[in-house]
Each structure stands twice: as C-alpha cells, then as structure tokens.
C-alpha cells in the first residue's frame, strides 16, 4: 500500500484526511465537549508518546471522559498510522469527544468518540528569533486541561498574524502572564530561569516540563514562580516552548526589541533539547 500524504481516523474507520467524515451530532460541533493532544514525529518515530498519551488520559478523566483504548492501544494505534504517511516529520494529533447525540447540554448515554489526524509538519528552525504580541487572557479556569475550547486561542491567532508575528503572550490582571496562544512561555533573569507554576491558568506543556528537565542538567536554577508583562520586557531572555518549537528565543514583544543577554546559554538549552528530541526519534 502506498502511504499517504495525510491520514484520518474517526472510531475505527481510515481514510485520507480531506475525505473523512463524522457524524453532525458529534458533541464537538456543539459544545466543543472534548480534549486533545498533538506532538511530532520524525523518521516515523513519535516523541514523547508516553508523556502526551499520560496527559491526554488526564485530560480525559478531569472531564469524566473514558477513553475506548487502553494507553497501549492507543500506542499502537497511533505507530500504526503513523508507518502509513508520507514525510520524515509529521504531526500526529488525537481527540475524543463526549460522543454523538442529539443537543443537549447534559452529558448523553454511549461512547466516546475518538479522531487522529497524522499530516506533514516541518519543526521549527531555532535559530529563528520570534516575534510576540501581549493579549489579554479571556479563558476559564482549567487551562490545565487540553480541551477543544479554544475560541481565545483562535483569536489571539488572528492577532498575531495579522500583526506579522509568530505567537500572542497571554496576560491577566495584575500584569500576569500565564501563556501563550500554543504555547508555554519562560524567562531568564539574572541566570535563573521563570515560568508560571502548573496550575489551572495554563497547560502543563510536555516541552515546558522537557526545557526544565534540561535546566537542571545545566545547572540552571529554576523557579516556578508567576511573572508580570513588565518583567518579562526587562528579562535577559524570553522561550517560547511547545512541541513543535522546543525551546526558541524572542527577539520582539509589541514592537519593542527584547532578550538577547543571554544567548549562549539558549544555544546551550536548544543544543541539549534537540539533542535529547533526534536521539529518541533516531534522526541523530
């Protein structure tokens, strides 16, 4: 069989991405009742899985979801499809939604229902600088839950693009930053390194937990200490981490040009990170 450009699945059932189906009562065309989860894959080898599929079953359980495999099976699942596309990097992404039934906002009797999209999607380059806007954050209180409620996100996508940059810097009252719009985000001040503590204000990021890990390796002290937008203006170094960026600087906020005082120490932090990333997926 030849393997495809990009690849669908929804409750058991294959094909090319563009031509799948599902149902209209699905809950996520309503409510947008569902979690998810998303990292990369390179030479066919997907990154972190056990993290990920760790968090996606907590995101289920935190919504009184159940999810129709066991981790196992997911893992396999998701390898399977995986050997079926095309392309050394590709993004591998999965939901489950509360299931199919007609509108109504209590939860229905059945089963969940469960999606993976798996298409091409290059890693970004890290010795690109980014470029950032503040945003103020307008979400609920269980950011820590990776659910299909992204409406904020969208816009602040929107904003950002239509500023020309790469991300939004969500910020709450007080100044406080929290997030980004994909993505987690940390500062180096002084020779230590801030980012918000896991709480119910942002998702714990698999990237987040992997740029800690490293930090420690290198010595680096961290603290898991909240920030302010002014802060984060003043600091020696700004990272944006996620999956598909694992640990890249910024160089402007709002138009102000911001980091650069601390460069070795980010190629120290990309170099090990990368390292630790073609390693497990054998791209070495």
């Excluded at 997030?179 to 714990?204: F, Q, V």
């Excluded at 800690?212 to 203006?233: H, N, Q, R």
């Excluded at 601390?262 to 990368?274: N, Y």
């Amino acid at each position: 069989m030849d393997k495809l450009e990009a690849l669908g699945y929804y409750n058991g059932a294959y094909g090319p991405l563009d031509e799948m189906m599902v149902p209209m009562n699905d809950r996520a065309c309503y409510f947008g009742d569902g979690v998810y989860d998303a990292t990369y894959c390179a030479n066919h080898v997907i990154y972190a899985m056990d993290q990920h599929i760790d968090r996606f079953f907590s995101s289920a359980h935190l919504l009184k979801m159940e999810v129709p495999m066991t981790k196992e099976e997911l893992k396999a699942e998701l390898n399977g499809m995986a050997e079926k596309v095309e392309g050394e990097q590709l993004m591998v992404y999965w939901q489950l939604t509360r299931g199919t039934a007609r509108r109504s906002h209590a939860f229905p009797d059945g089963k969940a229902n469960l999606w993976i999209i798996i298409r091409p999607f290059a890693l970004r380059d890290l010795s690109l600088r980014m470029k950032l806007i503040t945003y103020r954050d307008t979400r609920y209180e269980h950011c820590n839950i990776k659910t299909l409620n992204l409406i904020p996100n969208v816009m602040a996508a929107q904003a950002f693009e239509e500023a020309g940059c790469d991300e939004a810097v969500f910020y709450r009252g007080g100044g406080i930053v929290t997030e980004c719009a994909h993505s987690n985000i940390s500062i180096i001040k002084d020779g230590i390194l801030y980012t918000h503590p896991a709480d119910r204000y942002i998702l714990p990021g698999i990237a987040r937990i992997h740029l800690i890990a490293k930090c420690g390796e290198l010595g680096l002290p961290v603290s898991e200490t909240a920030f302010t937008v002014d802060e984060m203006m003043k600091a020696d170094e700004i990272i944006v981490t996620s999956s598909g960026t694992f640990c890249s600087a910024v160089s402007v906020i709002d138009g102000i040009p911001v980091g650069g005082k601390a460069e070795e120490l980010i190629e120290k932090l990309q170099k090990a990170l990368t390292e630790a990333f073609h390693k497990e997926t054998g791209t070495a």
